[in-house]
Antibody
Framework: QVQLQESGPGLVKPSETLSLTCTVS????????WSWIRQPPGKALEWIGY?????????NPSLKSRVTISVDRSKNQFSFSLILSSVTAADTAVYYC???????????WGHGTMVTVSS | QSALTQPASVSGSPGQSITISCTGT?????????VSWYQHLPGKAPKLMIS???KRPSGVSNRFSGSKSGNTASLTISGLQAEDEADYYC??????????FGGGTKLTVL
């Protein structure tokens, strides 16, 4: 059974870069779409982007110019990361990593991590 | 990429049935049978309740069902229970802008 755990700073300054990592545990980690989804306070879920196990990526057009998702297979552990540049207060949100193997059905989620953008 | 349209809130009494709609366009809901529904409780991760319009994952109560007609998908909860009170989100494949979520619906069990 695959499990996900987000990690990263809870506070980021405006105009700086947000960086989060999602560590994956469990077996059968291939053939998944590894995704980032966020929820600003009081607002709806927003898909940020995903990376397929082959390395191909897709991003939300509204964030595409500022987002990079990558995988890291080092350290005997699989993880994938989110980099969001030039952040503003509007990027304050709970950030979830999530995954699905087929049917665009996110059946695996991390617990989420709150990131606040503030000076 | 516009969010799918959901009612802001719905309510029902225990034992009743409710339906939450999710309206998109011919570029997403209307073309692809890749609509999923999520239950989101405060402080928890969203939980997949319905995949591919009407498939119920293992472990999800059969009180939850999904359907689609044209550009609108629907989630129906029958035999409403207090534990069903949560926010519900639909999600659809949208082609070149692959993933779009709905605005969310707050379900209140009266």
């Amino acid at each position: 059974q695959v499990q996900l755990q987000e990690s990263g700073p809870g506070l980021v300054k405006p105009s700086e870069t947000l960086s989060l990592t999602c560590t994956v545990s469990g077996d059968s980690i291939s053939s998944y779409y590894w995704s980032w989804i966020r929820q600003p306070p009081g607002k709806a879920l927003e898909w940020i982007g995903y990376i397929y196990h082959s390395g191909s990526t897709k991003y939300n057009p509204s964030l595409k110019s500022r987002v990079t998702i990558s995988v890291d297979r080092s350290k005997n552990q699989f993880s994938f990361s989110l980099i969001l540049s030039s952040v503003t207060a509007a990027d304050t949100a709970v950030y979830y990593c999530a995954a699905y193997s087929s049917g665009l059905s996110f059946d695996i989620w991390g617990h989420g991590t709150m990131v606040t953008v503030s000076s | 990429q516009s969010a799918l349209t959901q009612p802001a809130s719905v309510s029902g009494s225990p034992g009743q049935s409710i339906t939450i709609s999710c309206t998109g366009t011919s570029s997403d809901v209307g073309t692809y049978n890749l609509v999923s529904w999520y239950q989101h409780l405060p402080g928890k991760a969203p939980k997949l309740m319905i995949s591919e319009v009407s498939k119920r994952p293992s472990g999800v109560s059969n009180r939850f069902s999904g359907s689609k007609s044209g550009n609108t998908a629907s989630l129906t909860i029958s035999g409403l229970q207090a534990e069903d009170e949560a926010d519900y989100y639909c999600c659809s494949y949208a082609g070149s802008s692959p993933v779009v979520f709905g605005g969310g619906t707050k379900l209140t069990v009266l």
